[in-house]
């Protein structure tokens, strides 16, 4: 007699390996929060913003003083040139600036848990009482996560410094650079391809619909309000365009 095939205890075993598959771990729980984005999603909306509000205030300030459809796009270029150049610049200089001073703290930290190590102790031991633990169960936190991994308990718990919070200054000044770069194309194109009589107007309107198309990405890709975002940005650009108008109607010689 043929022993047919036990389906029952094969369906289940798929049931354990898909549940195995999906389970929620600290690694792919974490992966899903947006705080993993905050380092290069800032840096990308600075420099869009800036892009977009900066070559697009320059413009309109020119627009304002000139007839002339070159000295508009001049300006544009040149500004939007050494705008991405700056703000690369700019980005890598804080952020190594900031990667050189976590250095010197870890080196510091180092230094004082050979030389004080009863001291680092129960200062790590304060740290997680004040955060809510036993005082009891507090030291026998830090002494067990010591004797795991001294040093990289106290950057992470007292310096708090964690991978999540480093920045990287390479990628920073790439995605500043390059995001100014797609931020101040897009009024560069308005200088070019829209009628010059009334320019100001033009890229007024144009400006704030780039930057309400910013807003909601920037909103969408960091989890927040996409009404406050949009709310917030539109009220600064129309700020900055309105004075480079101004100084341009006030102090600029038509041509």
């Known amino acids: 007699m043929t022993k047919e095939p036990d389906t029952k205890t094969g369906h289940n075993s798929d049931i354990i390996r898909r549940t195995k598959k999906n389970m929620l771990t600290i690694d792919n729980y974490l992966e899903s929060h947006y705080i993993h984005r905050s380092n290069w999603l800032r840096a990308a909306v600075l420099g869009a913003n800036d892009g977009i509000i900066s070559i697009s205030s320059l413009a309109i300030g020119v627009a304002a003083a000139s007839s002339a459809r070159e000295p508009i796009v001049l300006a544009t270029v040149a500004g939007l040139v050494a705008g991405a ?11 190594s600036s900031q990667t050189d001073t976590e250095k010197a703290d870890i080196e510091r930290e180092a230094q004082e848990l050979k030389a004080m190590p009863e001291e680092e102790l129960n200062i790590l031991a304060q740290i997680y009482e004040k955060r809510g633990l036993k005082k009891e169960t507090a030291m026998q936190v830090a002494m067990e996560l010591t004797e795991k991994d001294a040093l990289g308990t106290h950057i992470r718990d007292e310096l708090g410094i964690n ?90 010689v038509r041509v």
Request: hydrophobic share 55%.
């Open 85 to 95: 150049l700056s703000m690369a610049a700019g980005e890598y200089v804080s952020v």
């Open 163 to 252: 991978e999540i919070s480093k920045a990287n200054p390479i990628q920073a000044a790439l995605a500043s650079g390059a995001s100014f770069t797609a931020g101040g194309v897009l009024p560069l194109l308005v200088v070019l391809f829209l009628p010059i009589k009334g320019m100001e107007y033009w890229l007024y309107g144009f400006t704030l619909f780039f930057l309400i198309i910013l807003g909601a990405i920037a909103a969408k890709t960091g989890g927040s309000s996409i009404q406050k975002a949009i709310l917030r940005i539109v009220i600064w650009g129309t700020l900055a365009m309105g004075l480079s108008a101004l100084v341009g109607y006030l102090f600029g």
